[in-house]
Structures are given as C-alpha cells and as structure tokens.
C-alpha cells in the first residue's frame, strides 16, 4: 500500500498549459490597477503644473481609493448576475473609461471624476482577481494563485516608478493613461478566451448592501480627510468620527439582512474574523511606506528616483516572500503565517533607529541596513500573506464563497485607508510641519515607525490562535 502523500503542485503547474494563461487572465487586472496607482503618484506633480487643482492633490488619492471598496465590495453581486467572463470584462471597461476621462481632463474637476471612475473599476479588477482564483482553478493550487496575484503589487511598485517618471520628465503626462488603453484591449481578448462565459446556475441570490457600503465609504473618506485638517484636535476628532461610522456599518452588519462582510468576520472567536483583523494589523504596518521617500529625501540626500525604488523594496520583500513561502503547507505554512508578524515588527523597530539618520554608521552600511528593513517589513507580510488568504476562502459559509473572497480587497483597502490617516496623524504630532526641517523629520520618522511596530505585534497574538486553529 502506497501511503506516500501526493507532492503539492509546483509553480510549472501554474504557469503551464491551459493555467499559464488563466493565470493571465487573472493577473492582468491586478497588475493595471496596481501598476495605474504607482504611476498616477508619480505623475500628480505634473497634472497640478498643467490644469491646476493643487488643493485637492490629495482627492486623486482619497477618492480612488474610496470608489475601489465601492467597487470591491460590488464584486460578489457581479458574480451573482454575471459570468466570470462578462463580470470581467464589465470591470475592465469601466476601469478604461476612467482612464479616457483622466487622460482628456481638461480641469481638476474632471480629473477626479475619471479618478473615481477607475477607482471603482480598479476595485472590481482586484477583487475579482482573487474571487477567480477558486472558479478557475483546483483547490491545490489556490496559494499559488493567491501569491501570484498579490505579487503583481510588488511588480507595480518596481515598474510604477520608472514609467510614471519617463512620462513626466517628457511632458507627456496624459500618456500614462493613453498607453492603457492598447493594455486593457489585449487583456479582454485574454479574459474572453479563458473565463467561463456560464452563469451559476440558480436565481440571483447577492442583493447590494447600498446603506453599509454607504457607511464604509464614509468612514474611509472622513479618515482620508482628517489627515488634511491643520488641527491635531480636529484630526484625531475626524479619525473619532471616521471609525464609529465603521463600527455603525459592522453593528448593522451583524443583524440580518443583506450582509457586507461574510459570516465571522467581526469575531475574534471566529477563524475568519481572526484573520481579517490580522491582515488589517499588517497593511496598517505597511502604510509607514508613505513617508519613507520623505525620510530618505530630508534626512539621507537620496534623489526622489533613488528614495522612490528604495521604498519599492518593501513591496519587492512582499512579492518574493509570497513566490518562496506559498508552496508550504502543514506546518511550515503555519510557521510562515506565525513568524511574519516578527519579522515585520523587528524590521519597523530597526527603521525606527536607522530612518532618523543618528546610528553613527558609515554610510554604505547606514543605506545597506535600511534597505533590508525595508524588504524585512514586506517580506513578513507577504510569507504568511498567500495562507492567510486561502484560510478566509476554505473558512467560508456554504453560499458565501463569493462574498468571502471579495472581501479580502475590501478589508485590504480599508485598513490602508485607516493607517494612511494614522500615519498622517502620527507624523504632525511628532513635529514633520512644526518644528519641520531636518529635526521635524527626524523625531517623525522615529515616532511613526516606532508607534506602527505595534501593529505586526499585535498580529503575533493573533497569528498564534490562527495557526492553532
């Protein structure tokens, strides 16, 4: 008898035959809205020198991100109406059309409602990307998929930069939208010929949460623009007002009806809810990446190309960590999912010494130890990233594999919206504006990176009731 267990597959059975370009499929979404993201912030500066609009600079942002967790949390209701197919295709339409919009704005105005308009797109893209991934493929394959799409964040910081620069230092910023259009052209003609073009069989069954997601949509935008009010009172109030609409939108969420978030995710008896708050603790970790070109800028004298790809080295630790740690299983997965909280909490912890400037170093060494903290906070969160996600999938209710799924960009974007606020608020509390200069700059960077060290150790607690789970 032959009790020998069966190997898990290899990334050859993913990135081979029918699966290569299913993966393609799947990918190519993510990987426009990730790469449009990096390349929209390097080319702000440029859109405000041609049409104006400096004040609402930061709304390119905010609104983009809010019109995304529209759009992600849209994304079951689509799956529930549509086939994957034309789920797809509907999304990658939506997200060009914003792209046309942003590419002929005439006006800030303008501007920001193409922004908005690919926002919603770009959410529906990523969360579909994930959605997929049990449609399309077997389920030992899923950690596979789950890195293969989460690592097209890390592939957009790399390349977002450089090509966001190229069309800006030539003053030709409408171009970085232009190109996207022949991009999304080639990746529905991918989607069109790989996703299943079949509808699930049986009655439309997902009805839209339109007060919850409302109430989520609020909370995000009065926590984006707390970070823009002059007064610390006044912050920390908006941050107040944010997070108890958050928390209104979770109490309704709970109560029968039409749900937002699958059944569990508020718990922390439950696996899901456990691992929702994990994956919040660490992207709330990864917001410090914000400030880090500044740091590098005022306190090393880096270029902001030198400051913009040393910062991508976090992405590029998250990228690698979840190509080298998703073919685990067992033990050694729960081994990845319960050290990446340290890792990233020691690699913080390191930034908030090095980052100020004041460690006495050469040099060299100084810029050497600083680039590995970077890739040091990625890499904890991308080696127990890809296991995590495949826990919220094969942890979900019979009938919420779509909501589920969804979800997981939804929690995504909203906790980044909480941390990017936070880091705000930390940052001009420390003194970045008042005192400023060298000094600001560096009592910032030592507060920020200390104070957030304490997200990923709060998610060590987690992980340990996660892994035994």
Request: aromatic letters at 8%; one cysteine or more.
């Amino acid at each position: 008898m032959n009790t020998t267990s069966p190997s898990p597959p290899s990334w050859a059975d993913l990135l081979s035959g029918c699966n290569m370009l299913r993966s393609v499929a799947l990918t190519g979404g993510v990987a426009l809205h990730a790469i449009n993201v990096h390349i929209v912030t390097t080319i702000l500066p440029s859109v405000v020198n041609d049409i104006g609009g400096l004040e609402y600079y930061a709304w390119n942002i905010t609104l983009f991100v809010v019109a995304s967790i529209l759009g992600s949390t849209l994304t079951a209701k689509l799956l529930d109406r549509l086939s994957p197919r034309l789920a797809y295709l509907l999304a990658l339409s939506v997200f060009t059309l914003g792209a046309v919009a942003c590419a002929s704005a005439p006006s800030m105005g303008w501007m920001l409602a193409g922004r908005s308009v690919q926002g919603l797109g770009g959410g529906l893209l990523a969360a579909l990307s994930y959605a997929l991934i049990r449609v399309v493929f077997a389920p030992p394959l899923w950690p596979r998929a789950v890195a293969l799409v989460s690592g097209m964040w890390g592939v957009a910081t790399l390349f977002g930069p450089a090509v966001g620069g190229l069309f800006a230092q030539s003053g030709h910023w409408r171009l970085a939208f232009w190109v996207l259009l022949p991009i999304s052209l080639l990746q529905a003609l991918v989607v069109m010929s790989q996703l299943p073009q079949q509808k699930k069989t049986g009655p439309a069954t997902v009805r839209v949460p339109a007060l919850k997601i409302t109430l989520l949509a609020s909370s995000v935008l009065v926590i984006a623009l707390a970070g823009l009010w002059p007064s610390t009172a006044w912050k920390l109030g908006g941050v107040a007002f944010g997070l108890a609409l958050g928390l209104l939108m979770a109490r309704l969420d709970q109560r029968a009806g039409v749900p937002l978030l699958p059944t569990g995710a508020y718990s922390l008896h439950s696996p899901m809810g456990k691992v929702f708050a994990c994956i919040c603790l660490l992207m709330i970790g990864t917001t410090t990446e914000i400030y880090v070109p500044y740091f590098l800028q005022t306190l090393h004298g880096y270029t902001p190309l030198m400051a913009g790809y040393a910062t991508a080295a976090m992405a590029g630790g998250w990228s690698l960590a979840s190509l080298l740690t998703s073919s685990h299983s067992g033990a050694a997965a729960k081994r990845m999912v319960s050290t990446g909280p340290l890792v990233m909490t020691l690699s913080l912890t390191t930034l908030a010494v090095v980052l100020p400037g004041a460690t006495g170093l050469p040099g060299p060494a100084q810029d050497l130890l600083m680039i590995l903290a970077l890739a040091g906070a990625g890499f904890g969160v991308g080696q127990g990233w890809p296991h995590l996600v495949t826990r919220v999938l094969k942890s979900a209710a019979p009938g919420e594999e779509n909501l589920a799924s969804s979800s997981i960009t939804t929690v995504q974007l909203y906790a980044m919206a909480i941390g990017a606020a936070l880091a705000g608020l930390t940052a001009n509390a420390a003194g970045l504006s008042e005192p400023g200069g060298v000094a600001g700059a560096q009592r910032a960077a030592y507060w920020l990176l200390g104070a957030f060290a304490l997200a990923p150790t709060l998610a060590m607690l987690l992980t340990r009731k996660i892994v035994r789970s």
